[in-house]
């Protein structure tokens, strides 16, 4: 039959198996369907090439990428231009991808265990074998949530929905594995903007960034993207470069690229966000600058008595800054803090990594995620931005495991 281009569209949202093929970067004046085989045909043309546009699901950060298949084979990995998150760029996690397709030393079929447990020994088996001993193990376990677990990545979107579904049949609980795990920050952001996702950082249009132990040039949510965002920040035309500030017990890959790297005791990330937004609120020149709605929720409509505990020289001496500096230097530093953020707007404070790793973690972050409210930084550009809703019903926005 002749495919169209309406035809192709709607047989891919049918079987969500379609693949959109570029040419290069360019949609092609020719649509063609196209399969990548085990095995390569004889008769295949060598040299002919077609780019496939895809999500790279090697880490957590979830970049777009195209990838280049000759021959029925991958051959290359390139950042896709047109996907918002990282526009082009990717990340060495992405190239991976193709040693982790290619390695001789993968696993390349199932395996059976044939020793002891935790011997090691195994035996190679037939993919129909290893789905039928799959499917009688979960006939004998149906139903019984005490011997089975579904151990999966953090997923959302339809992939998520899948796997909720997959286990609800078995009477299974899933839960979910994250290396770099992000369940502070996702139950601070819950907390201070009544968001179940992680929002977007616009670290580009900001003109003062206050970062918290977040290594986002490192590894922190998304590299990429906020890597690009920095690139902006620091250099983008028409603007002034934007000023930055890690506070961060490790000199960190962030530090080194920061303007300032404040070094505090570890777990003292929200007692340093108190001391900057006491002495917003309580200096005469600064309190103009600020929010007064939110300036009255944040300290219980009592005003700066209900921060008398964070007071620049306890929150100096309690951080560490004192020792480091000196008392005059770590109180007038801070004081600087406060000044910078306030008048340099927008203005943009984040915070994970280190500041959520302490049993404090969760005061830390709310802290530190509350300094936005008093500047006008929610929901404004070169602030906190909120990502919108999933516009199918039923489908999960962020990961939906519980945490293992």
Not at 176 to 181: G, V
Not at 221 to 240: A, C, K, L, M, W
Request: charged share 20%; proline share 6%; hydrophobic share 40%.
């Amino acid at each position: 039959m002749d495919l169209t281009r309406r035809k192709f569209l709607q047989l891919s949202g049918i079987s969500a198996l379609g693949a959109v093929i570029f040419n290069g970067c360019s949609i092609p004046e020719e649509e063609l369907q196209v399969q990548s085989p085990l095995e390569i045909p004889e008769d295949v043309v060598a040299g002919g090439e077609a780019w496939y546009a895809t999500l790279c699901r090697q880490c957590s950060s979830v970049d777009g990428i195209l990838v280049r298949v000759m021959e029925g084979r991958a051959k290359k990995v390139e950042g896709n231009p047109d996907y918002p998150l990282n526009v082009g760029k990717h990340s060495a996690s992405c190239e991976a991808a193709l040693q982790d397709l290619y390695h001789p030393d993968r696993i390349q079929q199932p395996h059976r265990l044939v020793g002891p447990r935790g011997s090691g020994e195994f035996e190679p088996i037939s993919w129909d074998e290893a789905l039928n001993t799959l499917v009688q193990q979960l006939n004998q376990t149906a139903g019984d949530p005490s011997r089975m677990l579904m151990i999966t990545d953090p997923l959302r979107g339809h992939l998520g929905m899948v796997a909720d579904k997959f286990a609800k049949t078995y009477g299974a609980s899933r839960v979910e594995f994250e290396p770099m795990e992000r369940l502070v920050l996702r139950r601070a952001i819950s907390d201070v903007f009544g968001q179940d996702r992680i929002p977007y950082f616009d670290i580009k249009n900001t003109k003062y960034l206050l970062s918290f132990g977040a290594d986002f040039l490192g590894t922190w949510v998304s590299p990429v993207s906020h890597s690009i965002g920095y690139g902006e920040f620091r250099q983008g035309s028409g603007r002034t470069r934007g000023t930055m500030v890690q506070v961060d017990p490790r000199f960190s890959m962030t530090a080194i690229s920061a303007d300032y790297w404040v070094p505090v005791k570890p777990g003292t990330e929200g007692l340093l966000a108190l001391g900057i937004a006491r002495e917003m609120i309580s200096d005469p020149e600064l309190l103009p600058y600020l929010d007064g709605e939110a300036v009255n929720a944040f300290t219980g409509g009592v005003g700066v008595a209900a921060l008398h505990n964070y007071t620049p020289e306890s929150v100096a001496s309690e951080t560490g800054l004192t020792g480091y500096y000196g008392e005059e230097i770590a109180v007038k530093k801070i004081h600087d803090l406060a000044k910078g953020f306030a008048t340099n707007r927008p203005s943009l404070a984040i915070g994970g990594d280190a500041a959520a790793a302490s049993t404090n973690g969760l005061f830390n972050l709310s802290a530190i995620y509350a300094l936005n409210y008093l500047v006008g930084s929610v929901g404004a550009e070169g602030g906190v931005q909120f990502t919108p809703l999933s516009p199918i019903e039923g489908i999960p926005d962020t990961a939906t495991g519980a945490s293992l």
